[in-house]
């Protein structure tokens, strides 16, 4: 089992940057896979970014302005987000995969508006 805290959500104005971060409560290295995913009001939670076995993928309207990294040693994931556009407001969610669970954090609010 895992716990995931995510911070660093906040509003941000557009063309602005934040950085989220993921707190496990476990030594992550074991963990293949990890990613942020967000859900915006009325849409589906979808992902952003993913990083397994060291690949990282992100979902097209990110890409060049997001970047996803992992310390294994400090156990956190975190989401490197620059260029915010307005679309990017949702509540960012922090996720890991131990076969076969599934876990998520509270999830952090990010709201880009002027």
């Known amino acids: 089992q895992v716990q995931l805290v995510e911070s660093g959500g906040g509003l941000v104005q557009p063309g602005g940057s934040l950085r989220l971060s993921c707190a496990a409560s476990r030594n992550i290295f074991s963990i293949d896979y990890m990613g942020w995913y967000r859900q915006a009001p009325g849409k589906q939670r979808e992902l952003v970014a993913s990083i397994r076995s060291g690949h990282k993928i992100y979902v097209d309207s990110v890409k060049g302005r997001f970047t996803i990294s992992r310390d294994n040693a400090k156990n956190t994931l975190d989401l490197q987000m620059n260029s915010l556009k307005p679309d990017d407001t949702a509540v960012y969610f922090c996720?890991?995969?131990?076969?076969?669970?599934?876990?998520w954090g509270q999830g952090t609010q990010v709201t880009v508006s002027s």
């Open positions: 996720n890991a995969v131990i076969i076969p669970d599934i876990y």
